[in-house]
């Protein structure tokens, strides 16, 4: 099971809109709309902001949205600011009792 | 409002074997609805996921650590474990305990502890 490809770091201006991608495969990210996304601060425990693709758990600004395409699922960032500075992570599901994989995380500066 | 706590040595000698317990606190280990999970983070590094075990028992493991990994649940104390055997340093990392709900979806995480492998 081989790691879900994510960009090691990008960046934006506050108010700006980033994106960060998550690529799998055909058994994974394409196969089921399964996709979860973390958010980490240093230090802290990572935090989950999307999942099933596209939804927000409660509490999580409507900021952060998702998307798939094909094998690669993204996370949206809008309005930028500062307190989203911290590193995020893809997962995704891909079938009931296959190792879960992680993305090898982004790091997002605010400039 | 779930809470997982996990608890355990922070220095682990290399060829031993690593011990950690999570606590569950606002929710039952024993709810069919849930697997129980443990992840690490090599400082520096991104999150690596170990494995998870279900309240019947039934366990499912990194590949890359099966061999290494034992997972179990104590309904009885609503706790779950990990036991990681003969570590060297490249276990060293925080570990963190969590629930999966359905589908890969963790959505509740412990604090992470950091444990080391060193002699």
């Known amino acids: 099971q081989s790691a879900l490809t994510q960009p090691a770091s990008v960046s934006g201006s506050p108010g700006q809109s980033i994106t960060i991608s998550c690529t799998g495969t055909?058994?994974?990210?394409?196969?089921?709309?399964?996709v979860s996304w973390y958010q980490q601060h240093p230090g802290k425990a990572p935090k989950l902001m999307i999942y099933e693709v596209s939804k927000r758990p409660s509490g999580v600004s409507n900021r952060f949205s998702g998307s798939k395409s094909g094998n690669t699922a993204s996370l949206t960032i809008s309005g930028l600011q500062a307190e989203d500075e911290a590193d995020y992570y893809c997962?995704?599901?891909?079938?009931?009792?296959?190792?879960?994989?992680f993305g090898g995380g982004t790091k997002l500066t605010v400039l | 409002q779930v809470q997982l706590q996990e608890s355990g040595p922070g220095l682990v000698k290399p060829s031993e074997t690593l011990s950690l317990t999570c606590t569950v606190s606002g929710g039952s280990v024993s709810s069919g609805s849930y697997y129980w999970s443990w992840i690490r983070q090599p400082p520096g590094k991104g999150l690596e996921w170990i494995g998870y075990i279900y309240y019947s028992g039934s366990t499912n493991y990194n590949p890359s650590l099966k061999s290494r990994v034992t997972i179990s649940v104590d309904t009885s104390k609503n706790q779950f474990s990990l036991k990681l055997s003969s570590v060297t340093a490249a276990d060293t990392a925080v570990y963190y305990c969590?629930?999966?709900?359905?589908?890969?979806?963790?959505?509740?995480w412990g604090q992470g502890t950091l444990v080391t492998v060193s002699s």
């Open positions: 969590a629930r999966e709900g359905s589908y890969a979806l963790l959505d509740y």
């Open positions: 055909s058994s994974d990210v394409g196969s089921y709309n399964l």
């Open positions: 997962c995704s599901y891909a079938g009931s009792s296959t190792p879960r994989v």
